[in-house]
């Protein structure tokens, strides 16, 4: 994603806190940085991509963190799959320094992301929503302003709770294919393109069928998801029997070893009778 900024002719600002991650992005003329805090004076608009909501608090209200070494009328971006009570903290931090917080998480996996097609969905005021649209377009192709802030954290956990059920779904349909004697790679030239179609039966089945669990999508961060997206939901006393059996199963799944893995090894709990 930072590399999309990089080939646009923007000047790109990097910080990581493995700082091995960042070596190729300043191999192509990124400036770096030792601390966040040091980035912040030194940009207009930063945009973080993090693991964890506490991880996320650290880099933006630490001492050396983002909010309090920001300049007046910077704009910072978080684009971390996080808590949409925190993204509304923030967002009010910032506005008593003059700094504008927008929440952006982002759909699309590695696949999106690689090929600047992400979903962004973006919590904010829409006067800076519009400032900073141009970035966006450069990493995403489908930026919607789903509300002030909050609202991108709160339509990406939709996103994430559509996703728990389907992974479900297209894993028990590849077992059941395999049981009944089929070729399941056939079998997804004829269910992929129908009303079963979506992004993890075409994209992640074949990486599924060939044995290929590497993540695009890390299946530690989707349990954080959906931890974030049962607590918000019952915060508002809505029930999500489908969001509690997916993240049962994909816990089962990170103790039997798989936390490093991508969500497409939910078949595993299957082809290995973990279930």
């Known amino acids: 994603m930072a590399g999309h900024i990089l080939d646009k002719g923007y000047t790109v600002h990097v910080y990581n806190r493995t700082p091995s991650k960042a070596q190729e992005l300043i191999e192509r003329g990124a400036v770096w940085h030792d601390s966040p805090g040091k980035m912040a004076a030194a940009c207009d608009v930063i945009i973080t991509m993090l693991g964890y909501p506490q991880d996320v608090e650290a880099v933006y209200m630490n001492e050396d963190g983002l909010i309090p070494n920001a300049k007046p009328g910077t704009y910072l971006i978080d684009m971390t799959t996080s808590s949409p009570m925190l993204a509304r903290r923030l967002a009010a931090s910032g506005r008593e320094r003059g700094i504008r917080v927008l929440d952006a998480p982002v759909s699309g996996g590695d696949v999106g992301a690689k090929n600047a097609k992400l979903s962004i969905m973006v919590g904010g005021e829409k006067e800076d929503f519009e400032t900073v649209l141009p970035l966006m377009e450069i990493m995403g192709s489908n930026i919607v302003l789903q509300g002030g802030p909050g609202a991108g954290q709160n339509t990406k956990m939709c996103n994430q709770i559509a996703i728990a059920s389907n992974m479900m779904g297209v894993t ?92 497409q090894a939910l078949y595993k709990l299957w082809a290995d009778e973990l279930a």
């Open 172 to 263: 028990e349909a590849i077992i059941y294919a395999e049981k009944a004697g089929l070729d399941p790679r056939t079998v997804l030239k004829s269910i992929e393109t129908g009303a079963a179609g979506s992004f993890s039966l075409s994209n992640l089945v074949p990486r599924m069928l060939d044995g290929d669990f590497e993540p695009g999508f890390y299946i530690k961060h989707f349990i954080k998801d959906m931890g974030i997206a049962l607590q918000s939901a019952a915060e508002m006393e809505v029930e999500l029997p489908g969001l509690k059996l997916a993240e049962s199963l994909y816990r089962k799944l990170a103790d039997a070893g798989y936390a490093d893995k991508g969500t």
